[in-house]
């Protein structure tokens, strides 16, 4: 079974408070979105890449692979007004006999067994959505109240989410809603039931300029490995 991957990374990152967009700054000797694509082919060299960026982003990164010699092969689709947008450009381009993982490129820090786990049980369930427990306290507030959460019964979620193509496909052929926040809440509005394995605490969300540095110092240690 050919196994996809849909790289999303359109973001212009205006928390990181800089002129460059994220996914394009430099971190442990590359630009973060490269050492994405690699987490992706230690795991798994034969995996099939589909980078999603805007198209005024299109020569910036042609620019990057050049300078940085990258050469993991890849296929570019044009980014939309929403990651929901972009996603459903990405899977354009993806075999309806496939399985797609669908990922942030700015997650450089995916381990290779939450891989494993995501891509196996995909191919046994048609889904599989990465989780981390919470190990902070939780409050809920509402209409200027607030209330605790139990976080044992929570579950933060992660990239990257796997799905069967043909349905994943399917599940995207419909309007966009504001509940739409990641993929597998498209893929549950069409009536399937999500399936859930275990992530890795570190596979975080480079967002900020703190995550930004915890990044690197990750990294870093993962290169020394």
């Known amino acids: ?38 987490a992706f082919v230690r795991f798994d060299p034969s995996l099939h890449f589909v980078l999603v960026i805007s198209d005024n982003m299109v020569g910036c990164w042609l620019e990057l692979v050049k300078q940085y010699k990258f050469n993991i092969a890849h296929q570019i689709a044009s980014g939309g007004p929403s990651r929901f947008h972009s996603v459903k450009s990405g899977l354009r381009l993806v075999p309806e006999d496939a399985i797609v993982a669908i990922h942030d490129g700015v997650r450089p820090l995916v381990s290779e067994e939450t891989l494993s786990r995501v891509f196996d049980n995909a191919i046994r369930f048609g889904n599989a959505i990465p989780v981390v427990e919470s190990k902070d306290s939780l409050r809920q507030v509402h209409y200027g109240t607030n209330q605790p959460l139990d976080r044992g019964g929570i579950r933060l979620v992660q990239t990257p989410q796997a799905f069967q193509a043909g349905i994943i496909k399917k599940a995207y052929n419909r309007n966009y809603k504001d509940i739409f926040t990641d993929d597998a809440t498209v893929y549950e509005a069409s009536g399937h039931r999500i399936t859930l394995v275990e992530g890795n605490p570190e596979n975080i969300k480079v967002t900020t300029p703190d995550d930004l540095i915890l990044a690197e110092a990750l990294l870093m240690q993962r290169m020394r490995q």
């Open 1 to 38: 079974m050919l196994k996809y991957v849909v790289i999303t990374a359109g973001g212009t990152g205006k928390r990181m408070r800089r002129a460059k967009p994220k996914q394009f700054i430099e971190v442990a000797g590359k630009p973060l979105l490269m050492h994405t694509f690699e």
